[in-house]
């Protein structure tokens, strides 16, 4: 959002910040403003609510943060963490 606030001199004004995108979506389909959502969001059907892909320069992209509590003692939280490594060296080898 602020690439495009400081590109074309817009100043939103945030009344709400929320973490969840079912919630914001919800927000969306009572009529309460607009939101950016990952594309992921799409699949989820309001009927209020209309997606349309906003076109982003090139090397533009969101972030991603994959976090875990140090005593966690899931036996499949190596297993994941390690997907989701090779997962960013397959998409991003030169890191």
């Known amino acids: 959002m602020l690439f495009f606030s400081s590109l074309h001199s817009i100043q939103p ?5 929320l973490g969840s995108t079912l919630t914001i ?16 969001a799409s699949a989820i059907r309001f009927e209020q609510v209309r997606f349309r892909e906003l076109p982003l320069p090139s090397g533009v ?15 499949a939280l ?7 490594r090779q997962a960013a060296r397959d998409i991003y080898p030169q890191n």
Do not use: K, T
């Open 13 to 17: 004004e945030f009344v709400q910040a």
């Open 25 to 40: 979506l919800s927000l969306v389909n009572a009529g309460m403003g607009l939101a950016l959502v990952p594309r992921s």
């Open 61 to 75: 992209c969101g972030e991603l943060h994959l976090v875990w509590r140090d005593d966690n003692d899931n036996p």
């Open 78 to 84: 190596p297993s994941m963490i390690a997907a989701v």
